[in-house]
């Protein structure tokens, strides 16, 4: 824990897994985006308000808000959006360098897109994934994405994956750390969306409106940057 006799500012990481495009029909992409924009709002918020409240953490110097992201079509590109109005540094974690990662995505919008988000990044990694091993390239994404994040935000349907790297694979491996999650659950075919806090490795959370009150993001926050472990599991469940 940061010394109170240097404080410092807080530092918020947020990492992003979620489902591509493909599987966000156009209704469900007009319900999803505000709900996005509102979880990177309340997140900056908590942050702040623990900042200006600790005694470890400077007061007067500006909170770093950063959000990790591999960029993908769908999940990944609307939480930088997101991100990115509420104040985030974007920081890329691509799986291959950009030109081989290009390849990800459909000539004409989809890599439009793709190029326009890459340019607005604050910061781009290309970790040394090969296209002959794609499947173990998106998983080290995962994991980078998971070893940075003091939260994780999944946009996910719920079901089990289909194979390492998936976005189910991900938010297993961010229970396993002990890396709590904000699951935003879509319904493939409605525009339906829910929102549950896992944490603690719990999968079993129930669907609840715990998460539209303020105070549970300063819950979850304090657990994750391990202010108050004890009191985590009451504030982000008190509504269960």
């Known amino acids: 824990m940061t010394n109170p006799a240097d404080p410092k500012p ?8 979620g489902h591509r495009a493909s599987a966000l029909t156009a209704p469900l992409l007009e319900t999803l985006a505000p709900v996005v924009d509102e979880v990177f709002r309340k997140l900056r918020e908590a942050a702040l308000n623990i900042q200006e409240k600790e005694e470890a953490f400077s007061s007067v110097t500006p909170a770093e808000l950063r959000l990790h992201t591999g960029l993908a079509s769908g999940a990944d590109q609307i939480a930088a959006k997101s991100a990115r109005s509420s104040g ?10 950009p030109d081989e990662y290009r390849n990800d995505f459909a000539p004409g919008d989809e890599l439009d897109e793709f190029e326009r988000e890459l340019e607005a990044a604050d910061e781009i990694v290309a970790l040394p994934g090969a296209r002959h091993d794609a499947e173990g390239a998106y998983v080290l994404v995962g994991q980078n994405l998971i070893e940075a994040a003091d939260v994780l935000v999944a946009i996910w349907d719920g079901e089990e994956g289909h194979g390492p790297g998936g976005t189910a694979h991900v938010v297993e491996l961010a229970l396993k750390s002990s890396v709590p999650v904000i699951h935003i659950d879509i319904n493939r ?7 549950r806090a896992l944490v603690g490795g719990d999968l079993a959370a129930p669907f609840d409106d715990s998460l539209a009150d303020p105070d549970s993001y300063q819950g979850l926050l304090r657990g994750a940057l391990k202010l108050s472990e004890a009191d985590v599991d009451v504030e982000v469940r008190k509504k269960a």
């Open 10 to 17: 807080v530092v918020l990481t947020v990492g992003i897994t």
């Open 88 to 97: 985030y540094l974007v920081r890329a974690v691509l799986p291959f360098e």
């Open 189 to 195: 075919g409605s525009d339906e969306v829910r929102m």
